[in-house]
């Protein structure tokens, strides 16, 4: 049952930007106001279970603004918090007559919503925009850290079952290999470096990824150089990736959301960055670790293709500062 007055928050299809969607959000649940996950299927199945929302309610396709108007006026909303950059959850709102609509000023967002900030044009971090809009519209809210993200019962059973099929019962490392985006990711080479390492010593691993041609490229050379590594990329639904990153040692990544994850689930993390900026979008928390090639000037160009050769801030960081941020997160060798 969705209870009268609920506060929908409507999540991207980004799963990183709904991860710090869902972190912006804690005033709000620690205060016992109702929350609905609302969004893309492949987003709130996360949330799904999760106890940190008191309902999901997942689009059917790619619903119009009337369909969205209607599920709200439905449910009787009393509020839309729309923190994607799409103003079409405003526009719902608006339709719908929803008291309380919460977003963005650009792209007729001002006149949609009843408390609207600009979100372009700034250089702080996403996730410190989200709370500052929220703050505006709810001023009495106390400050409230995030809890650590725990998926459903069911998924953190699929997750245990699958580590005891692939030998994963202690401690153990995952490598994030996946990426929307080719150019923020770790180049094989550094993983081989990596994986190597781990071997030597002796900490259990396992690779994950989505369904991308390039994850699944990656994980085939992988599996090439290491026969026998596991490898779960694009094998199992977001919510048993989130399950598996929850239960694990340590978590190694890019700017993707296996990272978004890890920071959410307070496992602890260690993500290389390149082309993106970390004062942007990077996971935080205090067991995460930002790694960069410091050498190079072009640090965080935004660009979408690389036009250096080689692609160093990603292909040509140095193994052995990885492998240091690794160990110095990971239990002594020999510890039970």
Known sequence: MIPKGALWVRMPRFIGDALMIHEAVAPLRAAGRPLVAWGPVSVVDLFEGSGTYVATVADAGKPGTWAMAGTLRRYRAGGVINLPRS????????????????????????????????????????????????????????????????????????????????????????????SAAGVKRLGTGVWVSLIAWLKARGTAHVMLGGTFFEDLAQAESLRTAFPGIPDLCGKVPLPVTAALVAQAALTVGNDSALSHLSAACHTPLVAVFG????SLTAPRGPRV????????????????????????????????????????????????
């Open 87 to 178: 103003t079409r959850g405003l526009l719902a709102g608006f339709l719908a007559r929803t008291p309380l609509r919460v977003g963005w000023s650009e792209a007729g967002g001002r006149l949609l919503a009843t408390r609207a900030m600009p979100f372009k044009g700034r250089e702080d971090h996403q996730a410190d925009r989200y709370r500052e809009v929220l703050a505006s519209a709810f001023p009495d809210l106390p400050a409230a850290e995030p809890a650590p993200f725990r998926p459903r019962e069911e998924a953190l059973a699929q997750a245990s079952a699958l580590r005891r099929e692939l030998g994963l019962e202690g401690p153990f490392v995952v490598l994030g290999l996946g």
């Open 275 to 278: 082309p993106t900026r970390p």
């Open 289 to 336: 670790r930002i790694l960069r090639n410091e050498s190079l000037d072009c640090l965080g160009c935004l660009r979408l293709q690389c036009p250096v050769p080689g692609h160093p801030c990603m292909e040509g960081l140095d193994p052995a500062l990885l492998t240091q941020a690794v160990d110095a997160f990971l239990p002594p060798v020999g510890s039970p």
